[in-house]
Protein backbone atom coordinates (compact mmCIF):
# COMPACT_ATOMS: atom_id res chain seq x y z
CA UNK A 1 0.00 0.00 0.00
CA UNK A 2 1.46 3.05 -1.37
CA UNK A 3 1.25 5.76 1.41
CA UNK A 4 2.83 9.37 2.41
CA UNK A 5 3.51 10.72 5.78
CA UNK A 6 4.25 13.81 7.60
CA UNK A 7 5.04 15.01 10.61
CA UNK A 8 7.23 18.11 12.03
CA UNK A 9 4.26 20.37 12.65
CA UNK A 10 3.65 22.16 15.89
CA UNK A 11 2.92 25.03 17.81
CA UNK A 12 6.08 27.76 17.35
CA UNK A 13 5.84 31.52 17.84
CA UNK A 14 6.05 33.88 14.97
CA UNK A 15 9.38 34.31 13.69
CA UNK A 16 10.10 30.82 14.22
CA UNK A 17 11.23 27.80 12.63
CA UNK A 18 9.87 24.19 11.83
CA UNK A 19 10.68 21.69 9.57
CA UNK A 20 7.84 19.26 8.19
CA UNK A 21 9.35 15.79 6.91
CA UNK A 22 7.04 13.45 3.74
CA UNK A 23 7.96 9.90 3.83
CA UNK A 24 6.83 7.69 1.71
CA UNK A 25 6.51 3.80 1.99
CA UNK A 26 5.09 1.45 -0.89
CA UNK A 27 5.84 4.27 -3.75
CA UNK A 28 9.61 4.85 -4.88
CA UNK A 29 9.67 8.99 -4.94
CA UNK A 30 12.39 9.17 -7.78
CA UNK A 31 9.49 9.40 -10.22
CA UNK A 32 7.64 11.52 -8.27
CA UNK A 33 7.05 15.71 -8.05
CA UNK A 34 6.15 15.98 -4.07
CA UNK A 35 3.93 18.94 -3.68
CA UNK A 36 3.10 20.46 -0.17
CA UNK A 37 -0.51 22.08 0.29
CA UNK A 38 -2.02 23.89 3.41
CA UNK A 39 -5.57 24.15 4.43
CA UNK A 40 -6.52 26.93 7.21
CA UNK A 41 -10.13 26.90 8.66
CA UNK A 42 -12.76 28.42 6.39
CA UNK A 43 -10.25 28.49 3.68
CA UNK A 44 -9.52 26.25 0.32
CA UNK A 45 -6.52 24.43 0.11
CA UNK A 46 -3.53 26.04 -1.67
CA UNK A 47 -0.20 24.77 -2.96
CA UNK A 48 2.87 26.16 -1.37
CA UNK A 49 5.50 24.39 -2.78
CA UNK A 50 6.57 21.84 -4.75
CA UNK A 51 9.92 19.93 -6.03
CA UNK A 52 10.48 18.01 -9.39
CA UNK A 53 11.64 14.40 -9.40
CA UNK A 54 15.09 15.03 -9.81
CA UNK A 55 15.16 17.50 -8.00
CA UNK A 56 16.10 20.07 -10.16
CA UNK A 57 12.79 22.22 -10.41
CA UNK A 58 11.24 23.96 -7.57
CA UNK A 59 8.42 26.43 -7.05
CA UNK A 60 6.90 28.40 -3.98
CA UNK A 61 3.35 30.25 -3.77
CA UNK A 62 4.35 34.16 -3.48
CA UNK A 63 3.06 34.21 -0.16
CA UNK A 64 6.07 32.11 0.88
CA UNK A 65 8.91 33.03 -0.89
CA UNK A 66 12.58 33.90 0.57
CA UNK A 67 11.01 31.79 3.68
CA UNK A 68 10.11 28.10 2.93
CA UNK A 69 12.62 25.78 1.28
CA UNK A 70 11.40 22.22 -0.28
CA UNK A 71 14.40 19.64 -0.46
CA UNK A 72 14.39 15.90 -0.96
CA UNK A 73 16.60 12.94 -0.66
CA UNK A 74 15.36 9.69 -2.83
CA UNK A 75 17.65 7.60 -1.21
CA UNK A 76 15.64 8.44 1.90
CA UNK A 77 12.32 8.46 0.21
CA UNK A 78 12.07 11.47 2.31
CA UNK A 79 10.54 15.23 1.06
CA UNK A 80 11.38 18.13 3.59
CA UNK A 81 10.05 21.63 3.90
CA UNK A 82 11.87 24.28 6.24
CA UNK A 83 9.75 27.24 6.80
CA UNK A 84 11.56 30.09 8.86
CA UNK A 85 10.14 33.17 10.19
CA UNK A 86 6.87 32.27 10.11
CA UNK A 87 3.48 34.37 10.49
CA UNK A 88 0.55 33.45 12.56
CA UNK A 89 -1.65 33.43 8.97
CA UNK A 90 0.82 30.21 7.95
CA UNK A 91 -1.27 28.23 10.43
CA UNK A 92 -2.74 25.64 8.44
CA UNK A 93 -2.91 22.05 7.77
CA UNK A 94 0.27 21.17 5.54
CA UNK A 95 0.03 17.69 3.35
CA UNK A 96 1.96 16.54 0.92
CA UNK A 97 1.11 14.79 -2.06
CA UNK A 98 2.90 12.96 -4.95
CA UNK A 99 2.45 12.99 -8.50
CA UNK A 100 4.44 11.68 -11.47
CA UNK A 101 7.28 13.45 -11.87
CA UNK A 102 6.83 17.31 -12.60
CA UNK A 103 4.96 20.56 -10.82
CA UNK A 104 2.94 21.16 -13.73
CA UNK A 105 0.18 21.99 -11.26
CA UNK A 106 -1.77 22.31 -7.75
CA UNK A 107 -4.58 21.61 -8.84
CA UNK A 108 -5.58 18.85 -6.55
CA UNK A 109 -7.04 16.38 -9.07
CA UNK A 110 -3.92 15.81 -10.64
CA UNK A 111 -1.99 14.56 -6.87
CA UNK A 112 -2.68 10.62 -6.95
CA UNK A 113 -0.90 10.31 -3.56
CA UNK A 114 -1.90 12.35 -0.15
CA UNK A 115 -0.39 12.16 3.26
CA UNK A 116 -2.68 12.64 6.17
CA UNK A 117 -2.00 16.20 7.43
CA UNK A 118 0.36 17.58 10.35
CA UNK A 119 -0.70 20.50 12.09
CA UNK A 120 1.24 24.23 12.42
CA UNK A 121 0.12 26.47 14.19
CA UNK A 122 1.91 30.25 14.48
CA UNK A 123 0.82 31.63 17.64
CA UNK A 124 2.63 33.82 20.66
Known amino acids: QSQLVESGGGLVQPGGSLRLSCVAS????????IGWFRQAPGKEREGVSC????????NYADSVKGRFTISRNNDKNTVALQMNSLKPEDTAVYYC?????????????????WGQGTQVTVSS
Open 97 to 113: AARFRDCSSYKSSIWAY
Open 26 to 33: GLTLDYYA
Open 51 to 58: ISSSGINS
